[in-house]
């Protein structure tokens, strides 16, 4: 670990001297906290210009790179260490969003990065037609991490990919075709998982998602139906309600809804039900929480599997449980994984039962780079460092202290409809107003997210309407660095509303 002064105001980049005068502006307001110290130094910056980056971004990228570009000034980014990156100009930003919920245990964790470099060293790639030691040893240490019947792996390259082939094995061992996954969900861009997607900005006008169907987001905050004790959460939603304890009214309506779909949308038997324990991309979306345990049960009594995309909510993050559905109460057939898995390296997983694996061994499936060595390395030390650095129990301490904190200002601010999620799986949806829910109009939503990003600190955003915040950092953020984060957050929406 490279150890030196390197504050937000700090002297020692000399080559960033001019931009740490600009930022200093920014990372130390009149009221608020300061940005938390940070002993490493990044590299010097020798690369290309910025104004390069953005004329081959434009002119040799395919237009979809601009298009999900995030901020109207982008970041351009040149190292990561743990919770920090540092852009080109050697400005220094909290990263509260890690590469999309996928940096689990921190930018080019020291561990983690030996063990990729030691690997690389020895064995960059062989494919699983012959037997290597990396593949095996995480095949077992992953399924290790899971109850029974949960014990066979298949590695693929990617989130999407792994979701493909769930749908496929769910297919091929129920012998039934059709599909149902909550609206608003985001289960990959593939053709294939496009369908399983239930968000319009993810849709093409192709013949796509054949026996894909989507029933209500149980969404207790937007949804129709809601009240306040509704979700597995430190954090209820401002919505009253009058039933009893373990009597959730709002969960037998959602629950309605998915069997108006069963009477009206699907078969009599069905392949699959794909679910995130808590929505990602669509804005840290929480169900009432019996809702997932008695719909596993509608869909087994129709013939179908039940699947559980870990995707984002995976290895620890929401901090109770190292997987999402164990927060459910529910045994998932299948598990779906990507991400975090390998701390950005391109990897991901089906997890299922020897039985559902065997309906897929009845074909045969070949995949260049799944289970790759270095990749089944990085994830390995993944694996170890989740335990040896105490992330879950970061990810519960501090995501719970976001959350608590962050709803003191929904209270405050008319703006902020709902703070919700689990441990570092936080969504904090914006409105127009309480009463209305509407969501707060996109040009407001990019006002607060472009004066959080220069105050130094970068989050995403999310929801079905662009209407939510999300807070997903590689899980060694500190308690410092939430509560720099929170008095960034509260002076960008009090600013926002003194000036509207
Ligand atoms: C819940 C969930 N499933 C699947 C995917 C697709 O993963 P990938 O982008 O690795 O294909 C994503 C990506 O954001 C996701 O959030």
Same mark, same amino acid.
């Given at each position: ?54 004329? $081959? ?23 990561? @260490? ?25 930018? +080019? ?28 040893? @995480? ?14 792996? @298949? ?17 091929? !061992? ?37 026996? +894909? ?16 004790? +509704?979700?597995?959460?430190? $954090?209820?939603?401002?919505?009253? +309600? ?64 039940? $699947? ?19 927060? !459910? ?83 405050? @601010? ?87």
């Amino acid at each position: 670990m490279q150890k030196a002064l390197c504050r937000s105001r700090g002297p020692s980049l000399g080559w960033a001297k001019d931009a740490f005068s600009k930022f200093e502006h920014f990372a130390k307001f009149h009221w608020a906290s300061e940005m938390p110290p940070c002993d490493f130094i990044p590299e010097e910056y020798k690369e290309m210009s910025k104004a390069q980056m953005l004329e $081959i971004r434009k002119n040799y990228c395919n237009p979809m790179t601009m298009k999900v570009t995030y901020y109207k000034k982008p970041v351009y980014i040149h190292q990561g @260490y743990m919770q920090w990156l540092w852009d080109v100009d050697g400005r220094r930003y909290l990263d509260l969003f890690a590469g999309v919920a996928t940096v689990s245990v921190g930018h +080019c964790h020291p561990k983690v990065t030996d063990a990729a470099v030691k690997q690389l060293r020895r064995l960059w790639h062989t494919t699983n037609i012959y037997v290597y030691s990396t593949l095996h040893e @995480y095949a077992e240490k992953l399924a290790a991490h899971f109850p029974d019947p949960l014990k066979v792996v @298949y590695f693929t390259n990617s989130g999407s990919e792994a979701n493909d082939l769930a749908m496929l094995m769910a297919r091929l !061992h129920t012998g039934n075709f059709d599909i149902i996954t909550l609206r608003g969900s985001y289960h990959g861009g593939s053709p294939q998982t496009m369908g399983l997607t239930s968000n319009a900005a993810y849709k093409y006008p192709i013949a796509s998602g054949l026996g +894909c169907h989507t029933t209500m987001c149980p969404d207790v905050f937007r949804g129709p139906w809601g009240g306040c004790h +509704c979700r597995d959460s430190p $954090i209820q939603t401002i919505r009253d +309600c009058s039933c009893s304890p373990g009597n959730c009214q709002a969960n037998d309506m959602y629950i309605g809804q998915l069997k108006e779909v069963f009477a009206t949308s699907v078969p009599s038997r069905i392949a699959a039900f794909f679910g995130e324990p808590i929505q990602g991309v669509g804005g840290a979306v929480q169900y009432p929480k019996n809702y997932l345990k008695e719909t596993y049960k509608l869909v087994r009594e129709r013939g179908g599997v039940c $699947i559980a995309d870990e995707v984002q909510t995976g290895f620890g993050r929401t901090g109770s449980h190292f997987w999402g559905f164990q927060g !459910h109460e529910v045994m998932p057939d299948m598990v779906t994984m990507a991400k975090g898995i390998a701390n950005g390296y391109p990897m991901g997983a089906v997890v299922t039962t020897p039985e559902i694996a065997a309906s897929f061994a009845k074909g045969v499936h070949f995949n260049t780079f799944g289970g790759n060595p270095v990749a089944c390395a990085i994830a390995s030390s993944v694996l170890d460092t989740i335990k040896e650095d105490g992330t879950q129990q970061i990810s519960a301490d501090v995501g719970t202290h976001l959350l608590t904190e962050l709803a003191k200002f929904r209270d405050k @601010y008319e703006i902020i409809g709902d703070v919700r999620g689990k441990g570092l799986q936080i969504g904090v949806e914006m409105v127009k107003d309480k009463a209305s829910r509407e969501p707060l109009p996109a040009d407001a939503m990019s006002h607060i997210f472009e004066d959080i990003k220069d105050m130094g600190v970068l989050i995403g955003k999310g929801g079905v309407y662009g209407q939510t915040f999300r807070i997903k950092p590689p899980m060694c953020i500190t308690k410092q660095d939430a509560d720099f984060f929170l008095a960034v957050f509260r002076h960008a929406v009090h600013s926002y509303m003194e000036q509207r």
